[in-house]
C-alpha cells in the first residue's frame, strides 16, 4: 500500500492564482481530511468528508474548496490564493472502527503565496 | 478555550535521558487519547494509542491518561538522537468524523 499520497510537495503562488492539491489514499478508507500547519497554531481542520459524495466544514474552510467523487480521492481548491493560506498542507484519512480508529497522514505540500 | 493544550517547548535534552511530554484537555468526554511523532518535513505519525485512563508501554515509550485531572503524557526513557522530533497530543470523542483535536505540539532534541 501507498498509504496517503499528495501531490504536490511543493508550490508558490502569486495572489489570486488558483490550483488544487491532490490528495489519494488506497486503503479504503471511508474518512478523509484537509488540514493546514502553521507555526504555533498546531494542525487545523479545514474540511472533512465521510464518504463519496459528502463533505463538510472544518475550523477554517475559508478559501477552501473540496470534492469527494471517489473513496480514494479528495482535492483541495485554493480559490484565489491569498499570503495569509502560506502554510504545509496535510491529508489524511481513517477509518472509523472504535477502539483502531487510527489516522494516517500524507507528506504534506508546502505552499507559498507571494 | 481549546479542547486541548501542550507546552510547545522547545526541549532539549541529552542522550539517555528520560522525557516527559504533557497536554491537557478540557472536556471529560474525550475518551481515546493519541500521541503522535512528526519529523521534520514529513506528515505525523501514530506513535502510541490509548484507551481511556491509565499507561500503556511500548518498548522505551510509555503513554500515560489521567482522566481525573484531563492529563496525559509521553515518557520517553533512554532517549535517543533518532527521537529528535515534534510530538502531538491528539484526542476524540468516541464518535463521529469531526471528533479528533490535535495539541499544537512539542519540539524535541536529543543531543549526542
Known amino acids: 500500500n501507498a498509504g496517503v499520497t499528495q501531490t504536490p510537495k511543493f508550490q508558490v503562488l502569486k495572489t489570486g492564482q488558483s490550483m488544487t492539491l491532490q490528495c489519494a489514499q488506497d486503503m479504503n478508507h471511508e474518512y478523509m481530511s484537509w488540514y493546514r500547519q502553521d507555526p504555533g497554531m498546531g494542525l487545523r481542520l479545514i474540511h472533512y468528508?465521510?464518504?463519496?459524495?459528502?463533505?463538510d466544514q472544518g475550523e477554517v474552510p475559508n478559501g477552501y474548496n473540496v470534492s469527494r467523487s471517489t473513496t480514494e480521492d479528495f482535492p483541495l481548491r485554493l480559490l484565489s490564493a491569498a499570503p495569509s493560506q502560506t502554510s504545509v498542507y496535510f491529508c489524511?484519512?481513517?477509518?472509523?472502527?472504535?477502539?483502531?480508529?487510527?489516522?494516517?497522514f500524507g507528506p504534506g505540500t508546502r505552499l507559498t503565496v507571494l | 478555550q481549546k479542547e486541548v493544550e501542550q507546552d510547545p517547548g522547545p526541549l532539549s535534552v541529552p542522550e539517555g535521558a528520560i522525557v516527559s511530554l504533557n497536554c491537557t484537555y478540557s472536556?471529560?468526554?474525550?475518551?481515546?487519547f493519541m500521541w503522535y511523532r512528526q519529523y521534520s518535513r514529513k506528515g505525523p505519525e501514530l506513535l502510541m494509542y490509548t484507551y481511556s485512563s491509565g499507561n500503556k508501554e511500548d518498548g522505551r515509550f510509555t503513554a500515560q491518561v489521567d482522566k481525573s485531572s484531563k492529563y496525559i503524557s509521553l515518557f520517553i526513557r533512554d532517549s535517543q538522537p533518532s527521537d529528535s522530533a515534534t510530538y502531538l497530543c491528539a484526542i476524540r470523542w468516541q464518535t463521529g468524523a469531526n471528533n479528533l483535536f490535535f495539541g499544537t505540539g512539542t519540539r524535541l532534541t536529543v543531543i549526542p
Open positions: 489524511a484519512s481513517r477509518t472509523p472502527s472504535g477502539s483502531t480508529d487510527t489516522q494516517y
Open positions: 472536556n471529560s468526554a474525550f475518551q481515546y
Open positions: 468528508s465521510v464518504g463519496a459524495g459528502i463533505t
